[in-house]
């Protein structure tokens, strides 16, 4: 049975292709399974310093495969849970290259990715409301990229909102015109693939703990951190590497 989701690694980045055009990369069952997959792999994958995530067609995500629920007669999350959690806590960083419009579940993806950049020709909605459901899932990260009065907006609505309004409100992290969509991408990633491995994975972390912190606690923490990554093997190299004027070792370009 061929692929849902297609995978490809090339000059350290690990590109994972949702390839399921004829019902808009709906996140069904058997995508799920493969997507879960393919992430696995590139998390795996010692030569993958980047994963980026993307689509065929002209629909990047349609959310859940409303089909496949309605033959089920009950809720189906398939592997959703678990892409998730790969996703949000992947040591390595995770670009979503969106070819085109998300709705819904597929807004998901992109709220768990570290980078989003869509076309302006992209349109997205979180149309749960208006069938009747709940974004119950999809809340868990997208409410960590989202301000309160923006999740209340389109959560209740399901109001279509354009690309511009969605970097606007911290959903994408950019909207550009569709000609330099992969442009901004490969910058991100070529940007990316020159910090060290474990500086990247310390880093991510860092960005989602540090606001739970009390502010004396937080400089606590970090204060231990920043001395043991300047002593750290990376954090050696890495300095060497700089007065040297030589790339790191861990560059791969």
């Known amino acids: 049975m061929t692929s849902l989701v297609h995978k490809e690694l090339a000059e350290g980045i690990a590109t994972i292709t949702l390839d399921s055009p004829h019902n808009r990369n709906a996140l069904s069952v058997r995508l799920l399974a493969d997507l879960e997959d393919r992430l696995t792999w590139a998390l ?4 993958a310093r980047v994963i980026v995530l993307t689509a065929t067609g002209t629909v990047f995500c349609s959310g859940a495969d409303l089909k496949e629920q309605r033959a089920a007669g009950a809720p189906v999350t398939g592997a959703l ?4 959690t790969l996703l949000w806590e992947s040591p390595k960083p995770v ?3 969106l070819n085109g419009t998300a709705r819904a579940g597929g807004l998901g993806l992109v709220a768990c990715s570290d980078f989003a950049v869509a ?7 979180f149309t749960e409301v208006r069938l009747g459901v709940v974004p119950a899932m999809i809340s868990v990260p997208v409410l960590r990229r989202l301000d309160s009065r923006a999740a209340a907006e389109y959560f209740l609505t399901g109001e279509v ?3 511009a309004r969605a970097a606007e409100i911290g959903l994408l992290s950019r909207a550009v015109p569709e000609e330099e969509l992969d442009a901004t991408v490969a910058h991100y990633a070529e940007m990316l693939v020159k910090g060290g491995p474990e500086a990247l994975a310390i880093t991510k972390r860092l960005i989602r703990d ?3 912190l009390s ?4 400089l606590r923490q970090m204060t231990e951190l920043s001395a043991e990554r300047f002593t750290s093997e990376e ?3 890495g300095i060497a590497a700089f007065w040297e004027k030589r790339p790191p070792k861990w560059a791969s370009r």
Do not use: K, M, N
């Open 210 to 212: 540090v606001p739970g």
């Open 235 to 237: 954090g050696q190299e």
């Open 95 to 97: 670009i979503c290259r």
């Open 161 to 163: 909102f354009d690309a």
């Open 44 to 47: 795996a994958e010692p030569d």
């Open 215 to 218: 502010f004396e606690e937080g």
């Open 119 to 125: 076309p302006l020709t992209a349109s997205f909605a």
């Open 81 to 84: 849970p678990e892409i998730f």
